[in-house]
């Protein structure tokens, strides 16, 4: 209560104080109504805040409605934010949205800091933690394994990957989860992905979008909301059939012997902890949380790797020099990783390219806090634009350029510059299953595949992708060349 009370004073003092140094935050000029609603309408929002960063520095304000926002654009901004002060910071903004969307703010990722979500979070944690432990890394492997021939049967077709890498992300996810995984043609993998990714998609849309600034649109009639309403009543459906069938399975065991993360959260219900009671709708929630960060974050960081190796196929070659070198043939564990600086290299550098969770999610300030020296009042919402931060001129040499040799001894880069996961109290849920995914799935197919354009195409794959919540490559093909002994 008394930081509350110093930063209000302090505020006070900054405001009407003739010296002060920067009593208000820079940001475009906000329009009577609209406020800053065409910036924030941007197709690339991503690489835009990013240039606005370049005209009003590495924080500056956008207001949309009665809402201001502050946009964060570089690393040591960001971490003062999420991790220093990751008390004052740690809350997500309440939408009416993200209420319909989210179980009422009861999932991790979007429900608002309190007793009951860090107890939500806790337990997820730990059913995680506990499920890698046992399994993961047989899980990811034997995915890697099940998408090695995939593209075998591709036998040398041009090819769109990016539907077998969402089907192997998931897959993991969907093992550990509930101890289920699918073949790319299943129905039921067809109906779970079609809406999740309608739910991610329409809810990045600005029709949605302009609910929560703009309550009075509610009372118009809205197709793509009518539309996101259908969508998460089907997602809750598919979960709800799962979780009941898990239920009345009542193994605690996956199929493959590991204990699932369902069955980890259930163990978990009804145990008062510092006075909060999980219920079956967090299990839910927490599961639609596993689903939708496992899946399509991993899913296009695997298309994004690919694509800048087709840019680059020099670098494609030293990976899988470096691989034959260290394994001698067999394939890698996870452990092998400190002995594969090429590989972590394109890691990293695919990460800091494209952090595919670009603009993390919206935090909002708890209380009244600051960041960089200026006061940010409660519940201003804090946008941390991990994209920019990977792009900043100050920190990053040739920052646009594909150049993981950055990363390797005496290129001056250090991966634990990277947020690509954020970090503070809202840091990834899945950052060590995601680090692990990462790693093997492109060791696997480095190892056995060389990636080239399909014959007679000359265009390489575009960079600039497509932004929504997740950053995605556009869509193309490629031709995965089997390696003699494949
Ligand atoms: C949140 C990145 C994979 C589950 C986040 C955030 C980022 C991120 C930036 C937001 C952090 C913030 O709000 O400050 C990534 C990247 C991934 C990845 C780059 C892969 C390349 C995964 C995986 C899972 C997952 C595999 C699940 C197994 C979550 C969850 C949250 C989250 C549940 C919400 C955390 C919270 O609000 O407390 N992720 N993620 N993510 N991610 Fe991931």
């Not at 002060?20 to 940001?27: I, K």
């Not at 809402?67 to 740690?90: P, Q, Y």
């Not at 952090?355 to 919402?381: C, E, M, Q």
């Not at 600039?464 to 390696?483: F, I, N």
């Amino acid at each position: 209560h008394s930081k509350a009370v110093w930063s209000r004073l302090l505020h006070f003092v900054h405001q009407f104080s003739p010296c002060s140094p920067s009593p208000t935050l820079p940001g475009p000029l906000s329009l009577p109504l609209l406020g800053n609603l065409l910036e924030l309408a941007h197709e690339h929002l991503p690489s835009h805040l990013t240039f606005l960063a370049s005209r009003y520095g590495n924080i500056y304000r956008l207001k949309c409605g009665n809402t201001t926002m502050v946009v964060l654009n570089s690393g040591d901004i960001i971490r003062e934010a999420l991790v220093k002060k990751w008390s004052d910071f740690a809350g997500r903004p309440h939408s009416y949205t993200g209420d319909v969307v989210c179980g009422g703010g009861r999932s991790i990722s979007l429900g608002d800091y309190s007793e009951e979500w860090r107890a939500n979070r806790r337990l997820a944690h730990n059913a995680l933690q506990r499920s890698c432990q046992e399994s993961l890394e047989g899980v990811i492997q034997k995915q890697a394994l099940h998408l090695r021939q995939v593209l075998l049967d591709y036998n040398g077709r041009a090819v769109d990957l990016s539907e077998d890498f969402t089907v192997a992300a998931s897959n993991v996810i969907t093992t550990l989860a509930f101890g289920k995984q699918y073949e790319k043609s299943s129905a039921e993998l067809q109906r779970l992905h079609g809406c999740l990714n309608a739910i991610v998609s329409l809810w990045g849309s600005p029709w949605i979008s302009a609910l929560d600034s703009f309550p009075l649109l509610r009372k118009f009639p809205n197709p793509p909301f009518t539309r996101l309403l259908k969508e998460v009543a089907r997602r809750d459906d598919i979960i709800r059939t799962h979780l009941n069938e898990y239920k009345m399975q009542a193994p605690g065991k996956a199929s493959d012997g590991a204990i699932a993360i369902t069955g980890s959260l259930l163990q978990g219900l009804g145990k008062p902890q510092r006075g909060v009671v999980l219920t079956d709708t967090h299990v839910h929630m927490a599961t639609v949380d596993l689903l939708i960060g496992g899946t399509e974050t991993t899913a296009a960081w695997l298309s994004w790797t690919v694509a800048f190796l087709l840019h680059r196929p020099e670098v494609q070659s030293r990976v899988h020099d470096e691989l034959c070198t260290t394994l001698e043939g067999r394939y890698p564990q996870y452990s092998d990783r400190h002995k594969l600086p090429a590989l972590c290299a394109v890691i990293s550098e695919v990460l800091r390219l494209r952090p595919v969770a670009p603009l993390a999610v919206p935090h909002r300030a708890i209380r009244d806090s600051s960041i960089a020296g200026y006061f940010i009042p409660k519940n201003t919402v804090i946008i941390p634009n991990l994209f920019g931060a990977h792009h900043d001129p100050a920190v990053w040499r040739d920052p646009y350029a594909f150049k993981p040799e950055r990363f390797l001894e005496g290129g001056g880069a250090s991966a634990r510059a990277l947020m690509a996961f954020g970090g503070g109290a809202r840091l990834c849920l899945g950052e060590a299953v995601a680090k692990m995914e990462l790693f093997l799935f492109t060791a696997y197919l480095l190892r056995d595949f060389q990636f080239v354009l399909p014959e007679g195409q000359a265009n390489l794959p575009d960079l600039t992708g497509v932004a929504s919540v997740v950053l995605r490559a556009k869509a193309y093909k490629v031709v995965a060349r089997a390696r003699p002994g494949a």
